[in-house]
């Protein structure tokens, strides 16, 4: 059972790509479900069929599916909506603000996520493939069940010992601003299913994650932070996809934008040092359906296995909280120079120049200074 995640900056081509990914796996005779956590219907557009929100059948071996996560959603979030909107309208703040407020960005994406975790929990596809939101905020609020984690530990103790003497003394009206146990159980029954979803996407013996980019400055920096935080989350990115690259050609306006785009590839590859980095060309139309998408595929991947596990050596740690640990495999301390240029670490190693975008914990210290280890650059920061 594979799990592969795509995700991007908004428009690069991830649907495309996850869609591009499943006919070939399935093509390749594997039981293939093809997921989008998008309300958009992009992956309709894309296979040029009408997609359910259960998995429907698209060819042999090839199954999509738009997930609609409004039931979760109630689910695990219903209660805590309205004990913070109760909260909120106590403090006098109601309407669109206040529903603003309640339901954090990303959360929608998230409960799809669920339903990735149910059917890879069920077996009943040997891979899924994921068209993920646009940014990796979505993985981002897996780490959710440790900051809850770290509510629930602290509250309920302290929730049950004061609940008995705070409500009488509170009063009737600040009393029933107190979580009681349905709000306290909903948080708790959060926690879990987000840690069982976090666990799935973490396990590097199923889940991968492909960051897709065009060859452009703005989106690079983008993936550049991007591809730093989900590593930093122990996400496994085993795959990068350079979408729309221009051919070169010989009218002037071809030939600028191909040499342009060229630059930033080159910048792409020193970006994400140690993972494949495969690239799809412009093409002269929209790939739609799925021959055109596994004719994409076939520029994407070649002779290689789509979905085959590449062992990756996490690239980032934090280690507590000043020092950042880098993967160098077979660097030489006397090949490495560290410098700084606004928020990213700048490592050349034997000449090579390597980018790597800043956590933002780090983004505001001052570099103290770095050793060499067992394949690893260890950089302290000043606390
Ligand atoms: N290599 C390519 N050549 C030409 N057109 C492409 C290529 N890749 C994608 N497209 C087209 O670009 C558009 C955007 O692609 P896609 O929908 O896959 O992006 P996305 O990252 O999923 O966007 P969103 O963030 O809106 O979900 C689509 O119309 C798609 O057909
Ligand atoms: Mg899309």
């Given at each position: 059972?594979?799990?592969?995640?795509?995700?991007?900056?908004?428009?690069?081509?991830?649907?495309?790509?996850?869609?591009?990914?499943?006919?070939?796996?399935?093509?390749?005779?594997?039981?293939?479900?093809?997921?989008?956590?998008?309300?958009?219907h992009?992956l309709?557009?894309?296979l040029?069929?009408?997609?359910?929100?259960?998995?429907?059948?698209?060819?042999?071996?090839?199954?999509?599916?738009?997930?609609?996560?409004?039931?979760?959603?109630?689910?695990?979030?219903?209660?805590?909506?309205?004990?913070?909107?109760?909260?909120?309208?106590?403090?006098?703040?109601?309407?669109?603000?206040a529903?603003e407020?309640?339901?954090?960005?990303?959360?929608?994406?998230?409960?799809?996520?669920?339903?990735?975790?149910?059917?890879?929990?069920?077996g009943?596809?040997d891979?899924?493939?994921?068209?993920?939101?646009?940014?990796?905020?979505?993985?981002?609020?897996?780490?959710?069940?440790?900051?809850?984690?770290?509510?629930?530990?602290?509250?309920?103790?302290?929730?049950?010992?004061?609940?008995?003497?705070?409500?009488?003394?509170?009063?009737?009206?600040?009393?029933a601003?107190?979580?009681?146990?349905?709000?306290?159980?909903?948080?708790?029954?959060l926690?879990?299913?987000?840690?069982?979803?976090?666990?799935?996407?973490?396990?590097?013996?199923?889940?991968?994650?492909?960051?897709?980019?065009?060859?452009?400055?703005?989106?690079?920096?983008?993936?550049?932070?991007?591809?730093?935080?989900?590593?930093?989350?122990?996400?496994?990115?085993?795959?990068?996809?350079?979408?729309?690259?221009?051919?070169?050609?010989d009218?002037?306006?071809?030939?600028?934008?191909?040499?342009a785009?060229?630059?930033?590839?080159?910048?792409?590859?020193?970006?994400?040092?140690?993972?494949?980095?495969?690239?799809?060309?412009?093409?002269?139309?929209e790939?739609?359906?799925?021959?055109?998408?596994?004719?994409?595929?076939?520029a994407?991947?070649?002779?290689?296995?789509?979905?085959?596990?590449?062992?990756?050596?996490?690239?980032?740690?934090?280690?507590?909280?000043?020092?950042?640990?880098?993967?160098?495999?077979?660097?030489?301390?006397?090949?490495?120079?560290?410098?700084?240029?606004?928020?990213d670490?700048?490592?050349?190693?034997?000449?090579?120049?390597?980018?790597?975008?800043?956590?933002?914990?780090?983004?505001?210290r001052?570099?103290?200074?770095?050793?060499?280890?067992?394949?690893?650059?260890?950089?302290?920061?000043?606390?």
């Amino acid at each position: 059972m594979r799990v592969v995640l795509f995700t991007g900056k908004g428009g690069v081509g991830k649907t495309t790509s996850a869609a591009a990914t499943a006919v070939r796996a399935a093509r390749a005779g594997s039981d293939t479900l093809v997921v989008s956590t998008d309300r958009a219907h992009s992956l309709a557009d894309a296979l040029g069929l009408p997609v359910g929100a259960g998995p429907t059948p698209v060819e042999t071996g090839l199954w999509a599916q738009q997930v609609d996560s409004q039931a979760r959603f109630e689910e695990y979030w219903g209660t805590l909506r309205d004990y913070l909107t109760m909260l909120l309208k106590h403090g006098g703040l109601t309407g669109v603000a206040a529903e603003e407020l309640v339901v954090p960005p990303g959360l929608d994406d998230l409960f799809a996520l669920f339903a990735v975790h149910a059917e890879a929990r069920s077996g009943r596809f040997d891979t899924l493939v994921v068209d993920c939101a646009p940014t990796a905020e979505t993985l981002r609020l897996l780490t959710l069940p440790d900051v809850l984690g770290w509510y629930t530990d602290r509250l309920i103790p302290v929730h049950r010992r004061l609940s008995g003497v705070a409500r009488p003394v509170l009063g009737r009206d600040l009393g029933a601003l107190l979580p009681d146990d349905g709000v306290l159980a909903a948080v708790s029954r959060l926690r879990h299913a987000l840690a069982d979803v976090r666990d799935l996407l973490i396990d590097p013996a199923t889940t991968a994650v492909r960051l897709v980019l065009t060859p452009e400055a703005v989106v690079l920096a983008e993936a550049r932070r991007t591809f730093t935080a989900l590593a930093l989350y122990g996400f496994v990115v085993d795959g990068v996809v350079v979408n729309r690259v221009i051919p070169d050609g010989d009218d002037p306006w071809r030939a600028g934008w191909a040499a342009a785009q060229q630059a930033r590839l080159a910048e792409a590859r020193d970006s994400f040092a140690g993972v494949p980095l495969r690239t799809v060309p412009y093409l002269p139309s929209e790939p739609v359906g799925p021959d055109a998408l596994a004719a994409l595929a076939d520029a994407l991947y070649g002779d290689e296995d789509p979905i085959a596990a590449v062992p990756v050596e996490p690239p980032l740690r934090l280690v507590g909280d000043a020092v950042l640990s880098v993967a160098l495999p077979l660097a030489d301390r006397s090949d490495v120079v560290l410098s700084r240029v606004a928020d990213d670490l700048v490592l050349t190693v034997a000449g090579r120049r390597r980018l790597l975008a800043l956590p933002e914990v780090l983004k505001r210290r001052t570099v103290a200074g770095a050793s060499l280890q067992d394949g690893r650059l260890e950089v302290r920061f000043l606390e």
